[in-house]
Every structure is written in structure tokens, then in C-alpha cells.
Nanobody, 123 residues
Framework: VQLQASGGGLVQAGGSLRLSCVASGRTFSFDVMAWFRQAPGKGREFVGYINRGGGTTYYADSVKGRFTISRDNAKNTVYLQMNSLKPEDSAIYYC?????????????????WGQGTLVTVSS
């Protein structure tokens, strides 16, 4: 299984970015997908997940109302739309894939990880 994340970059506070993650090697539509992030010197933090069919999403309180996860199962791709970005959103963002039916917010519950894409929000 391979996950390829892209779309990171430098943006001013209040701006927007859209991250993408393309998956290969498994039947994408079977799996829960999630985004995590890790800032320098900090642990990996849950951002949000989307269930297999895309009908259910869940977000960390820190991003709720600003970030939106979606997926296109025909393209084996999951997206993270990030609006109203803040400097504290700066981190490496990782997509993750879970090969179980039930959702989770824990990093250890996810089986496959992308390489990460860096998001930097300037004040």
C-alpha cells in the first residue's frame, strides 16, 4: 500500500490550502481514511477521519468548522480542505489508512501512512 500526500505549502494566516492523498495497493473504498499532523517537538495529533462511504466525518475540536475531509473513491483520493488557517496549524500533515470497518482517532489504529506534506502558516 502506498499513500502519496501533496498540496502543502506556505500560506498566510486566514488563508486556505487543500491537501490531497492518493492511495494505491488496496481497495480504497473498504478503508477508513484520516489526517493527522505533527508539529516540531510535538506528538502526532489527530485532525479528522472519514468513513468508507464518505458519509461520516469527525474532526478534532481544534479544526472543527475550519477543515473539511472528503473522498473520491473512484480516484482513490482523500482530501483535506483547510480554511481560516492559523499559525498553530503549521505542521507536517499525514494521511493514514485503516483496514478495519470501525473508525478511530488513534494513530496506532491506522495501518498505512503517507510520507507527509508540510504546511506552514505565517502570521
Amino acid at each position: 500500500v502506498q499513500l502519496q500526500a501533496s498540496g502543502g505549502g506556505l500560506v498566510q494566516a486566514g488563508g486556505s490550502l487543500r491537501l490531497s492523498c492518493v492511495a494505491s495497493g488496496r481497495t480504497f473504498s473498504f478503508d477508513v481514511m484520516a489526517w493527522f499532523r505533527q508539529a516540531p517537538g510535538k506528538g502526532r495529533e489527530f485532525v479528522g477521519y472519514i468513513n468508507r462511504g464518505g458519509g461520516t466525518t469527525y474532526y478534532a475540536d481544534s479544526v472543527k468548522g475550519r477543515f473539511t475531509i472528503s473522498r473520491d473513491n473512484a480516484k482513490n483520493t482523500v482530501y483535506l480542505q483547510m480554511n481560516s488557517l492559523k499559525p498553530e496549524d503549521s505542521a507536517i500533515y499525514y494521511c493514514a489508512q485503516r483496514s478495519k470497518i470501525y473508525v478511530s482517532t488513534q494513530p496506532e489504529a491506522f495501518d498505512y501512512w503517507g510520507q507527509g506534506t508540510l504546511v506552514t502558516v505565517s502570521s
